[in-house]
């Protein structure tokens, strides 16, 4: 099977583009220390610290509000990926591809499927709930941070 690789550049993105409601804060990413630009705890986009590029965004129970499911899917197709929060997993995989990597430990409300990006520099995450809709993603560029998710996974 052919590996696409997504290319997702999130290195300029600000999420006070989207919200007027932005909060930054300083904030632990992994073992990363940095800040955060956050809408509540659904949206989260890391800077470590010191420097001026994103190295991961996070959404995390995206599906509870429709006003923030439209934001976070508005973001996604700004990001140019592909899918949307509420998408069922057929939708996810026959856009994405079979994830490399499925964990179904991890969490107790989802499945996490890995996808790598960037020409396998990168790490997307989608949580897929136990109704079959997407209701998490991630996406990570911070190599320290990935290293550490894979050591969660098992995988090299």
């Not at 099977?1 to 300083?26: A, Q, R, Y």
């Not at 430990?105 to 997407?134: H, Q």
Request: hydrophobic share 40%; with cysteine.
């Amino acid at each position: 099977t052919t590996i696409h690789f997504m290319n997702i550049n999130i290195e300029d993105f600000s999420l006070t583009n989207f919200n007027s409601f932005v909060e930054t804060i300083p904030f632990y990413y992994a073992s990363i220390e940095g800040i955060a630009d956050c809408l509540g705890y659904y949206i989260i986009c890391f800077k470590e610290r010191n420097s001026d590029i994103l190295s991961a965004i996070s959404f995390e129970d995206i599906l509870l509000h429709k006003e923030l499911t439209e934001i976070a899917n508005h973001i996604l197709q700004t990001l140019c990926i592909p899918i949307r929060f509420g998408d069922d997993s057929h939708l996810v995989e026959s856009t994405l591809g079979h994830p490399f990597c499925i964990d179904e430990n991890l969490f107790t409300d989802r499945k996490i499927w890995y996808y790598y990006i960037n020409e396998g520099k990168g790490l997307l995450s989608i949580g897929i709930n136990l109704a079959d809709k997407v209701m998490s993603l991630e996406i990570i560029t911070h190599p320290t941070i990935i290293k550490e998710r894979k050591e969660t996974l098992s995988i090299s």
